[in-house]
């Protein structure tokens, strides 16, 4: 069985498509992490593709289902954006050596391909239909709800797993080779770091609209609070440090005006989630979170980073997806779960979903009142990459956890959890899922 | 000769992730010593504050390594050292703020610290 990425008729892209056709018919059941770490520390059982196997058989346990009524997967099989194996770097052959191998030695190591984990999990005897997703998370949960609605299969792990190496994190790959090609090479030349674009962004948004890069800090401040009460997050789990404002504000610049606590840190994890239909979801161990809308975002901005116009532009046109698809509108959504790493991506977002009544220039103001998920207008309520580490994960977690009601401390109070939605990364290039404790 | 003593923390102090070559012990009898110390690291200086009061050692003052020429406006002493493992950070805010600078190892070495 040969995977591929997933076509692009998988995606709904396009505003104008109606209700999405399989509303209310696919949700997601159980939620499997792995532990998480900072770096790996190179032994096999903590490697990313141990990893992957513990939160794929995590999440198989929490579902409540056998193995073998598993009959499809999808994965991400990128685990880094910027870890990659030194080409110089001796191949850890132990670690090699102690999973059935494929062709390539960093399957498993440095990235994942379906054909390692099926070989290393012999439990999924009757997969039949697998692919894969680029990149995100919140890409491959777009293709696992398409493809269980299509009724490619009817049972589904969805998969996306970090590694990260020892040393700093995007000094390796093409940012250590003496060229660059592509358009990456104009950025890249003058030593621009991963934040510049939003940045640059954010800048122009503070001039636009009156605002100042303070004015974030009840959002961070909130986010590391929320990311300390997920037990499965980084910062939870190894520093449980909360910030103040004093830590915040005064933090050096990566690309001003974004700051060191901007950014989110690089760790190694993985998460899975089973996705099944409605149907089959009744009789599995949780409570069923049915999917009412999945959204693409496949904007190409008019030149290397975009502008601001275009980002509001784009996140205007999501929030008018989101809605469309799912048959709701904003003050149908209990919470928000959108994408935070960086955190100035965040408010973007926000706006484009005009969530709460907010409109292009007022996230940051929103920020300034109870935005914690005690009240009645919760942000980012599992903390995101900035409350518990870079996984662009946390956010759809949370979001299952919320309606299950089992998010545990991080439960939101001021409002029921009835309605969320959650997804990223970028303003342009994102995908999104709208999810639900009913399926209508 | 009074001096101050800046560890970086991450890389540098055995508490750090990576752990470095500076120990506990180390920056205990350089306080012995007289000598002035503190941290100025990455990390949130909450959190900083937290180490030092975890690890039960007292300290003098909490920084960002940005702000050491900050750091040297609010102690008069004859001599500065920063103590950090990175040239892009530590070695350059050192230097900009007018600091003296050893690397963790050559710091681990250092009679102030022994």
């Known amino acids: 069985m040969a995977t591929g990425y997933a076509p692009s008729s998988m995606y709904r892209s396009r505003e104008g498509m109606g209700i999405w056709e399989h509303k209310g018919k696919v949700a997601a059941v159980g939620v499997g992490h792995s532990p998480t770490e900072r770096r790996w520390d190179e032994r096999p059982e903590t490697s990313v593709g141990a990893w992957s196997i513990m939160a794929l058989r995590n999440a198989i346990a929490d579902a409540g289902v056998e193995p073998d009524h598993i009959d499809g997967i999808v994965i991400v099989p990128e685990t880094t954006t910027g870890a990659f194996w030194p080409d110089d770097k001796p191949l850890p052959q132990d670690v090699i050596n102690a999973f059935v191998q494929t062709d390539d030695p960093l399957d498993g190591v440095a990235k994942l391909s379906v054909e390692w984990l099926l070989k290393n999990m012999p439990e999924l005897t009757n997969i039949n239909y697998s692919v894969y997703a680029p990149v995100c998370m919140s890409n491959a949960l777009n293709v696992a709800a398409q493809a269980v609605g299509d009724g490619l299969a009817h049972t589904v792990l969805v998969l996306k797993a970090w590694h990260n190496l020892e040393g700093r994190y995007y000094q390796g790959g093409q940012n250590a080779q003496d060229a660059i090609g592509g358009t990456s090479a104009i950025r890249s030349l003058w030593g621009a770091p991963a934040c510049y674009g939003t940045a640059l962004q954010f800048a122009e948004y503070c001039r636009k609209y009156g605002k100042d890069h303070d004015m974030m800090t009840p959002f961070i401040i909130n986010s590391r609070r929320n990311g300390l009460m997920f037990p499965e997050g980084y910062w939870a789990q190894h520093r449980p440090e909360e910030l103040t404002p004093e830590d915040y504000q005064l933090a050096r610049w990566i690309a001003k005006p974004a700051n060191l606590f901007d950014n989110d840190i690089p760790i190694m994890c993985a998460a899975s989630y089973l996705f099944t239909t409605a149907e089959r979801a009744k009789d599995m161990k949780q409570k069923p979170v049915y999917v009412l809308n999945h959204v693409d975002s496949d904007a190409v901005p008019r030149g290397l980073t975009p502008t601001l116009d275009e980002v509001e532009a784009e996140c205007a046109l999501t929030g008018r997806k989101i809605y469309e698809g799912a048959g709701i509108t904003a003050a149908d959504l209990s919470f928000e779960n959108m994408y935070d790493g960086f955190t100035q991506f965040h408010q973007f977002h926000l706006e484009g979903l005009g969530y709460r009544g907010i409109g292009f220039g007022d996230a940051l103001d929103f920020y300034q009142t109870d935005i914690s998920i005690e009240g009645p207008n919760p942000v980012s309520p599992s903390g995101g990459n900035i409350g518990s580490g870079r996984s662009r994960f946390w956010m759809h977690t949370d979001s299952i956890q919320q309606l299950q009601g089992r998010a545990g401390g991080r439960q939101i109070t001021g409002v029921n959890a009835e309605i969320g939605v959650s997804g990223g990364p970028m303003p342009l290039g994102g995908n999104y899922t709208v999810w639900s404790a009913t399926p209508d | ?114």
């Open chain 2, 1 to 114: 000769m009074t001096i101050l003593i800046s560890f970086d923390i991450d890389g540098t102090m055995e508490i750090g992730d990576p752990a470095g070559a500076v120990t506990l012990e180390m920056v205990k009898t350089a306080r012995a010593k007289g000598i002035i110390t503190g941290s100025c690291s990455d990390r949130p200086m909450s959190a900083q504050r937290a180490i030092w009061e975890q690890y039960g050692v007292e300290y003098d003052f909490v920084c960002y390594k940005h702000l050491l020429s900050d750091l040297k406006t609010q102690f008069e002493v004859e001599e500065y050292y920063h103590v950090g493992d990175r040239d892009d950070l530590d070695r350059k805010y050192a230097i900009q703020a007018g600091f003296g600078f050893f690397w963790p190892d050559e710091a681990a070495a250092s009679p102030l610290l022994l």
